[in-house]
């Protein structure tokens, strides 16, 4: 399941609730990242310390793995995915 870092929280305080859509195109995914009121229908909703991420069953397929990262810089933001942590030695 999708983990959001500690630094995303704190961006996620600001922006409020993201929705990220996967799109399929010539046989890999896109991401789509939008401001959102709540989930949709068949949405998944990943939670961390109050706020809330979105996803579609695609973007849901492809993040499994991964840690959303949310960057401040001056008036913008930026996201990244990196793989999570292996808990093996």
């Known amino acids: 399941m999708l983990q959001i870092s500690d ?3 704190d961006a996620l305080r600001q922006l409020g609730p993201l929705r990220v859509r ?3 195109s010539e046989g890999e ?3 789509e990242i939008e401001e959102a009121e709540g989930p ?7 939670e961390r310390d109050g706020v809330e ?3 579609d069953p695609v973007a849901s ?3 499994d793995d991964q840690v959303l990262g949310i960057h ?3 008036d913008h933001f930026h996201f990244s995915f990196d793989d999570q942590e292996s808990d093996s030695p």
Do not use: K, P, Q, W
């Not at 949709?40 to 990943?46: E, H, K, Y």
């Open 7 to 9: 630094e995303a929280v």
């Open 22 to 24: 996967g799109v399929e």
């Open 29 to 31: 995914i896109e991401l």
């Open 40 to 46: 949709v229908v068949d949405d998944v909703v990943i």
């Open 53 to 55: 991420i979105y996803l």
């Open 61 to 63: 397929t492809a993040l």
């Open 72 to 74: 401040s810089h001056d």
